[in-house]
């Protein structure tokens, strides 16, 4: 996977499926705050300090980036099964701790949760992309195909 800097500010980016590689018809509109890399740290002076770091330095951002329906759509599939899974291990673990179930079911069902909020954070890294603020005030979308960081880098700003 490759990581691609967009400029200063979001542009049009060509027909080319950031996951995939392959000629991208549809676009997903992505919106969100990013911070540099330099507030990640702060964490270690406490939440409260890294809470306001990040609010002070982050940024804005609206993309349209292209995605073929196949990468969109297992996107979308493995997030609704992991929130399920955590969900569903949630909700059991507690109802099996208030009902005095016996402590293994509570811990295989809490495991279920843990293993569902896993199944998240690996479908985020795998099926999806990143998107990073420079110390210069570039976007950047990491964790994404070379065939896409190609188009982006040959295509005028």
């Given at each position: 996977m490759a990581t691609v800097w967009l400029?200063?500010?979001?542009?049009?980016?060509?027909?080319?499926?950031?996951?995939?590689?392959?000629p991208?018809?549809?676009?997903?509109?992505?919106?969100?705050?990013?911070?540099?890399?330099?507030?990640?740290?702060?964490v270690l002076f406490g939440f409260l300090p890294w809470l306001l770091a990040r609010t002070?330095?982050?940024r804005r951002?609206?993309?349209?980036v292209p995605l073929t329906a196949d990468a969109w759509r297992r996107f979308r599939t493995f997030r609704s099964a992991g929130r399920a899974a955590a969900?569903?291990?949630?909700?059991?673990?507690?109802v099996a701790a208030g009902t005095s179930a016996a402590a293994s079911t509570v811990l295989v069902l809490a495991g279920v949760a843990i293993v569902g909020g896993v199944g998240l954070l690996v479908n985020e890294w795998v099926n999806w992309f990143g998107i990073r603020l420079?110390?210069?005030?570039?976007?950047?979308?990491?964790?994404?195909?070379?065939?896409?960081?190609?188009?982006?880098?040959?295509?005028?700003?």
């Open positions: 400029g200063g500010g979001p542009r049009d980016l060509p027909a080319v499926c950031a996951k995939s590689g392959l991208a018809s549809e676009t997903v509109r992505v919106a969100g705050r990013a911070a540099p890399s330099w507030v990640a740290p702060t002070g330095a982050s951002y609206e993309l349209e969900l569903t291990g949630l909700a059991c673990a507690a420079s110390p210069d005030g570039e976007y950047g979308l990491t964790r994404v195909h070379p065939r896409f960081a190609d188009a982006v880098t040959r295509r005028p700003r």
